[in-house]
């Protein structure tokens, strides 16, 4: 699977990752305790396996990260749909819940 990474300073940069479930945060471990960059997204294909992850620099909102996604056609060029993965269902940017 590929892993992309939207703003920060690695934007735009890619990288391979083993296949199956990608972590929620990368690095997993910085050593500081907090995490440079969390999943937003993963690329799901038609037989359920995972094309994409997507991860997010803390300080930008969903918002701009889906539109980011759109505007560098990750769903056309991994042939796999953008979703949220279900760990990450009714959780913002910044790791709160939305109510």
């Given at each position: ?59 930008l909102a969903d ?37």
């Amino acid at each position: 699977m590929r892993a992309m990474f939207v703003g920060g300073v690695i934007d735009n940069k890619e990288m391979d990752m083993d296949e199956g479930r990608p972590p929620v945060h990368y690095p997993e471990n910085t050593g500081a305790g907090q995490p440079r960059y969390r999943l937003q997204y993963v690329g799901e294909r038609d037989d359920g396996s995972i094309g994409f992850a997507v991860y997010g620099a803390p300080e930008l909102a969903d918002d701009e990260i889906a539109r980011v996604i759109e505007e560098r056609a990750y769903a056309r060029r991994f042939d796999a749909q953008p979703i949220k993965p279900p760990e990450l269902a009714g959780v913002d940017h910044d790791g709160g819940t939305v109510h």
